[in-house]
């Protein structure tokens, strides 16, 4: 226990970073999603293919290598950014083109008709999409949502690839130094700790928005 009492301290320099790299891509990718989202249903037709291409790009390639793109290959095009930079680059993007397709797909499940009707009071394109379809889209995708963000909180450890002093990292260097592996099970700890506190404001959230349904 002394040992655990004596480690904390640098876990908890560790966990801030971790903390950071959570919540700046939550902030940047959600509204990013949405307004990719927004394309995907569009009825530009260039605009559909793009973003499905990056979508299709971005899922479809390891978030590691994407890293590694975003902080090695880059600088070859004179576009070089900082370890933290760079890992804010590729998890934004990354975690974009998810929350795109889900938001997609909420968009899509709206039923035709609220569009029509919507159109009939005069509404345009962007008061239909404000006023009736994202406020249902909203309750409808907030479970892949959920799963998405407590993804990233265990994604998060991936910067440790660019030698960011995050938890992870952190942990390592502990466990390298002392011998001892309990760094990783206080580690585990700060993870589980996180992931419960997202699902307990998920499940929230669902409660709240499962009265509309009533």
Do not use: H
């Amino acid at each position: 226990m002394d040992y655990i009492i004596r480690i904390i301290p640098q876990m908890l320099e560790g966990s801030i970073v971790t903390a950071q790299v959570f919540f700046i891509t939550i902030v940047l990718s959600i509204p990013l999603g949405v307004l990719l989202s927004l394309g995907r249903v569009s009825s530009i037709a260039l605009l559909q293919k793009v973003i499905g291409l990056y979508v299709w790009l971005l899922r479809g390639t390891p978030l590691m290598l994407q890293l590694f793109f975003v902080y090695y290959a880059l600088p070859a095009v004179g576009i070089r950014l900082d370890d933290f930079e760079a890992a804010l680059v590729a998890f934004v993007l990354n975690y974009a083109a998810y929350f795109c397709e889900i938001f997609r797909a909420g968009i899509q499940s709206v039923p035709q008709g609220q569009y029509e009707a919507a159109r009939t009071l005069g509404m345009d394109y962007v008061q239909t999409m404000r006023r009736i379809v994202l406020p249902q889209v909203f309750r409808l995708i907030l479970p892949p949502v959920s799963n998405e963000t407590i993804t990233l909180v265990k994604d998060t450890s991936l910067v440790y690839v660019l030698a960011m002093n995050d938890l992870m990292r952190t942990t390592r260097n502990l466990v390298q130094r002392d011998f001892d592996i309990t760094p990783f099970l206080v580690a585990a700890l700060f993870y589980l700790v996180a992931t419960l506190l997202l699902t307990m404001l998920f499940e929230r959230l669902e409660k709240r928005f499962s009265r509309y349904d009533q």
